[in-house]
């Protein structure tokens, strides 16, 4: 799948999905626009692009409207264009209801995986309208599986409300020529739990319960990523992809 000529903004591309992701769009002759937090690790990914084609880093917090805007704004500015946006930014800061610290929870993480990506697509939906292009959300089977973590019910909450909002988006956007999708992986090899600082779970807690006793790599994901944001998935829109190892028909 060629993607030359292409520009693709990835949020959240400093590491595990959203890092695997930037350096396959690269690989496939894509202009890459990387923004996350951590400029370090977005370099090291970037040094990687580089193998294929040289990203535009951007180092920004899309959680603070005025760095959102400026990212969608530098990417355009540089490019002239913008065909792909993929929201990959994600958290998890846990809570629980008699803990007492379910707000504050709440609160994080709901500003991170889902109110900065309502944000960002309103951003880049003008610019998206010129070039026909497409939106992958990046949701997880947590948005439809029984809540095993109590404590990460922020988290689940989060993650159903990009499902919806996805399916919302692709409606809104369909008459202007967009295509909406999200994708929704089961346990991956990523840094997300290490991450969180969190103690009460690990993700292969979550891995056990896959039918295939396994966790997904990065690639994989990235794999589907590029496929949904190809021609090849032009009649697709509203969808929730699953990549979950089986996880979903057990939990």
Known sequence: MSFSG???????ASSGIGAATAILFSKEGADVVMVARNEAKLN???NQCKKYKRPLIIKADITKDNEAKSAIAAAVEKFKRLDVLVNNAGI?????????????????????NLRALVHLTSLAAPHLIKTKGCIVNISSIT????????????????????????????????PHGIRVNS??????????????GNASF?????????PFKRMSEPEEIADLILFLSSDKARSITGSDYVIDNGYLLVK
């Open 92 to 112: 998890i800061h846990e809570g629980t209801i008699l803990d007492g610290n379910i707000l504050q929870a709440y609160d994080v993480v709901m500003n991170t």
């Open 6 to 12: 292409k520009v693709v903004v990835i949020i959240g």
């Open 143 to 174: 948005a439809s599986s029984s809540p095993i973590v109590p404590s990460l019910v922020p988290y689940y909450v989060s993650k159903a409300g990009l499902n919806h909002f996805t399916r919302c988006a692709a409606l809104e956007l369909a």
């Open 202 to 210: 690990t993700l292969k807690d979550f891995m056990a319960y896959t």
């Open 183 to 196: 994708v929704s992986p089961g346990p991956v090899k990523t840094e997300i739990v290490e991450n969180s």
């Open 44 to 46: 090291d990914v970037g």
